[in-house]
């Protein structure tokens, strides 16, 4: 299938599916580049600004991480 037929698919079953996969994606990329970050000595202020959430939960969400 292409981008454009799912996009246009009806089928709720392929809809949801694509948006599970594009979460997965999102919160595995987003956790790739908060480590890459603050390995680069980034503050969880700065973090948050650039995720547009707040300081409190950037850092509540990958504190073990770090």
Same mark, same amino acid.
């Given at each position: 299938? =292409? @981008? @454009?037929? !799912?996009?246009?698919? =009806?089928?709720?079953?392929? $809809?949801? !599916? !694509?948006?599970r996969a594009l979460q997965r994606l999102h919160d595995r990329l987003e956790a790739v580049h908060v480590a890459n970050a603050?390995?680069? $000595? *980034?503050? *969880?202020? @700065?973090i948050a600004a650039a995720l547009g959430m707040s300081r409190q939960a950037v850092h509540q969400k990958y504190q073990r991480r770090d």
């Amino acid at each position: 299938m =292409t @981008d @454009d037929e !799912a996009l246009a698919c =009806t089928d709720p079953a392929v $809809g949801l !599916a !694509a948006v599970r996969a594009l979460q997965r994606l999102h919160d595995r990329l987003e956790a790739v580049h908060v480590a890459n970050a603050r390995e680069q $000595g *980034w503050s *969880w202020q @700065d973090i948050a600004a650039a995720l547009g959430m707040s300081r409190q939960a950037v850092h509540q969400k990958y504190q073990r991480r770090d």
